[in-house]
């Protein structure tokens, strides 16, 4: 497996996440939830590993998001998702990179975003939108994946792989242009 890995809206510091997503969290309360996080996090992604948050990654304070980043394995980057807004300095000089929206090309490229979106860069030519915001509840046509928390196959609370999210994409079709897009020059 490759050193690059992918995660959503751990909504650290969320009291009501155990509520709202009951069906996906584990642990009985925020701190112990916290720790299956971590876990979780931490049994995957190593010291050096690539990781990509792909927004809300918490509603604590900064000096609570900081001692939750220092626990988390990884080079951490950031695409800022609708609950970011308060990342201080501080807790932003924990990310290698804060972005709004990242294209990243690998053996495939990527744009990763927090929200998902109708159409990406080079999606008929097969690239892929790897997304958060829906906490699994957004199903769509396309090489399109939310890698948040809930989104898990087995509910693991694991970060997604970069190797996982193409063998995904690749048994998914990807819609060429139309004839019409094609004769009038659009995406």
Do not use: C
């Not at 939830?33 to 050096?48: C, F, G, R, T």
């Not at 988390?72 to 501080?90: A, Y």
């Not at 939310?146 to 190797?163: A, H, T």
């Amino acid at each position: 497996m490759r050193n690059l890995w992918f995660s959503s809206d751990h909504h650290f510091f969320h009291k009501n996440i155990l509520k709202l997503q009951r069906h996906t969290r584990r642990g009985e309360t925020i701190e112990e939830h916290h720790e299956l996080l971590i876990e979780a996090h931490n049994s995957v992604v190593k010291p050096n590993d690539t990781v990509w948050f792909l927004g809300d990654l918490s509603f604590g304070k900064s000096e609570q998001t900081v001692d939750i980043l220092e626990r988390l394995n990884g080079v951490k980057n950031i695409v800022f998702g609708n609950h970011d807004h308060w990342l201080t300095p501080v807790t932003r000089s924990y990310f290698a990179s804060g972005v709004n929206y990242h294209v990243l090309k690998d053996s495939e490229m990527a744009v990763l975003f927090h929200y998902p979106i109708a159409k990406w860069d080079r999606m008929h030519y097969g690239s892929y939108h790897v997304h958060g915001h829906s906490h699994g509840a957004y199903k769509a046509e396309g090489r399109i994946l939310d890698v948040g928390i809930d989104n898990r196959p087995n509910k693991d609370m694991l970060p997604w792989n970069w190797d996982e999210i193409v063998q995904y994409m690749e048994a998914r079709p990807f819609k060429e242009r139309s004839h019409k897009e094609r004769k009038d020059g659009n995406v």
